[in-house]
């Protein structure tokens, strides 16, 4: 079963920039529809962006739609979520995992959450 460690978050100020990353273990991250989810204080998890086995389809959140690009390097078993143009909306604990991945829509596999990386967006 995949393990996933995130990384990259921080405070930024509103209009910035984050890339955030995670580092997949336990498996072949290429073999796996991956995505990117978000929880904010007192809300439900939400999923944010995914990337298709194959990479034949890929989601966004009509939130986040021309803002964030999700990418992932199989060479190194890691995905990317590079975020731009951050709104105080954005701010929440991130979460990466493996995902069912269509070009509308986007659900999570298993239970577990890992520990996640918070986003801050102030100013």
């Known amino acids: 079963q995949l393990q996933f460690v995130e990384s990259g978050g921080g405070l930024v100020q509103p209009g910035g920039s984050l890339r955030l990353s995670c580092i997949a273990s336990?498996?072949?991250?290429?073999?796996?529809?991956i995505g990117w989810f978000r929880q904010a204080p007192g809300k439900e998890h939400e999923g944010v962006s995914c990337?298709?086995?194959?990479?034949?389809?890929?989601y966004y959140a009509d939130s986040v739609k021309g803002r964030f690009t999700i990418s992932r390097d199989n060479a190194k078993n890691t995905m990317y979520l590079q975020m731009n143009s951050l709104k105080g909306e954005d701010a929440a604990v991130y979460y990466c995992?493996?995902?069912?991945?269509?070009?509308?829509?986007?659900?999570?596999?298993?239970?577990?959450w890992g520990q996640g990386t918070q986003v801050t967006v102030s100013s």
């Open positions: 995992a493996a995902a069912h991945c269509w070009d509308r829509d986007m659900s999570k596999e298993g239970d577990s």
């Open positions: 336990g498996g072949t991250l290429d073999n796996y529809g």
């Open positions: 990337i298709s086995r194959s990479d034949f389809a890929t």
